[in-house]
Nanobody, 125 residues
Framework: VQLQASGGGLVQAGGSSRLSCPAS???????MGWFRQAPGKEREFVAA??????STHYADSVKGRFTISRDKDTVRLEMSRLKPEDTAVYYC??????????????????????WGQGTQVTVSS
């Protein structure tokens, strides 16, 4: 599975942005997730979606503001009402197990075996 995140950039607080992550390889049968890492902080979970888009899971800090979605070859993260604390490098990832077998650990980065390069999101106040 190959992943390549794009989107983001500089956004004003309260604004919106969209991240996309086109995937190739055996992608369609894996749960997908978005993580982020702010300067000086550990990488943290943002959102995840099952292989068939039947379920989603969000970090409390983004619930109600971010939406994860997917189609046959791309996973997306729609971000709204952005806050300066959302500033980070965002990564898309695919779980190692197929058919969301590790869904109960969707917020744990160790179950994701495939990672894209990060894309910067900067929210100005």
């Amino acid at each position: 599975v190959q992943l390549q995140a794009s989107g983001g950039g500089l956004v004003q607080a309260g604004g919106s942005s969209r991240l996309s992550c086109p995937a190739s390889g055996r992608f369609s049968d894996r749960a997908m997730g978005w993580f982020r890492q702010a300067p000086g902080k550990e990488r943290e979970f943002v959102a995840a979606i099952t292989w068939n888009a039947g379920s989603t899971h969000y970090a409390d800090s983004v619930k109600g503001r971010f939406t994860i979605s997917r189609d046959k070859d791309t996973v997306r993260l729609e971000m709204s009402r952005l806050k300066p604390e959302d500033t980070a490098v965002y990564y898309c990832a695919a779980q190692s197990a197929i058919y969301s077998r590790d869904w109960y650990r969707a917020s744990h980065d160790e179950v994701y075996g495939y990672w894209g390069q990060g894309t910067q999101v900067t929210v100005s106040s």
